[in-house]
């Protein structure tokens, strides 16, 4: 059976005792905005913070005000009062480790709780300064990094392991003007510099791929006939 769910209306009394509290409040604010002492009101209770009963800090532009009593950190609700060192996040005051360990996280090389004395940040990891190394030589990274496979690498180690050589000139295939690797001309299994895939002996550089080889010479049409009556 269906109970009968009705909530009795607010009485009278209830609605008046509201109107008189907001009243209260209300005065009480005026009075504070005379009181030189009034820092503002309390994020966590709603009071004034008069004087050095107060903490403050700035976040997103507004400056927040608690009672001592009332400032404690947003997760674990120890209390901060007295300069017990904090940091902010999303407005809200945080206890050290609950700032390390909820907010920062772990570092994604060693698996260890991150601190506040330095995050990097790379592709949505996060590493101690000295934690974002590259894979290969273990050389710290600063600002400057290749990413491959999701690791890190220096550029002497990218070009190393990831960029190919040429099979004509025998160097890396790297842009001339910046150093960065270019796209490279696949040919029978080897990779060549768009400039090199060329023939050894009128310099030609082939189109469509229409090369013949040579004791792993290239060469055009032209110069591999000659080359083969020899
Ligand atoms: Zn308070
Ligand atoms: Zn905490
Ligand atoms: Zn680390
Ligand atoms: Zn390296
Ligand atoms: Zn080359
Ligand atoms: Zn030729």
Same mark, same amino acid.
Request: net charge positive.
């Given at each position: ?20 509290? $907001? *009243? ?5 604010? *005026?009075?504070?905005?005379? +009181? !030189? ?19 403050? /800090? ?15 950190? =947003? $997760?674990?609700?120890?209390? *901060? ?11 809200? !005051? &945080? ?7 909820? =907010? ?8 260890? =709780?991150? +601190? ?11 590493? &101690? ?9 273990? =050389? ?17 180690? /990218? ?13 890396? $295939? *790297? ?16 990779? /060549? &510099? ?19 080889? $040579?004791?792993?010479?290239? /060469?055009?049409?032209?110069? &591999? ?6």
């Amino acid at each position: 059976m269906a109970a009968d769910q009705t909530t009795p209306a607010p009485s009278a009394a209830t609605a008046a005792a509201k109107v008189g509290e $907001i *009243l209260r409040k209300h005065e009480l604010d *005026l009075t504070m905005v005379e +009181n !030189p002492e009034f820092r503002g009101h309390c994020e966590s209770c709603g009071e004034p913070v008069i004087g050095s009963d107060g903490v403050s /800090y700035k976040a997103e532009s507004l400056t927040r005000f608690f009672h001592q009593r009332c400032f404690q950190c =947003v $997760i674990c609700q120890t209390s *901060l009062r007295g300069g017990t060192e904090f940091f902010v996040n999303n407005s809200a !005051p &945080h206890c050290v480790s609950c700032y390390q360990e909820k =907010v920062l996280g772990c570092c994604d090389g060693c698996g260890l =709780v991150l +601190n506040q004395n330095g995050v990097v940040r790379a592709k949505n990891k996060k590493f &101690h300064p000295g934690c974002f190394v590259c894979k290969k030589d273990g =050389v710290r990274l600063d600002g400057r990094y290749y990413e491959k496979e999701g690791s890190f690498w220096c550029r002497n180690c /990218y070009v190393d392991v990831f960029v190919p050589t040429c099979g004509s000139c025998g160097l890396k $295939i *790297l842009s001339e003007q910046d150093g960065q690797p270019v796209t490279s001309i696949d040919w029978k299994g080897k990779k /060549y &510099h768009q400039q090199c895939f060329g023939c050894t002996d009128c310099k030609k550089l082939f189109v469509d791929l229409k090369a013949f080889q $040579i004791d792993g010479n290239l /060469y055009c049409k032209n110069c &591999h006939s000659i080359r083969s009556k020899q």
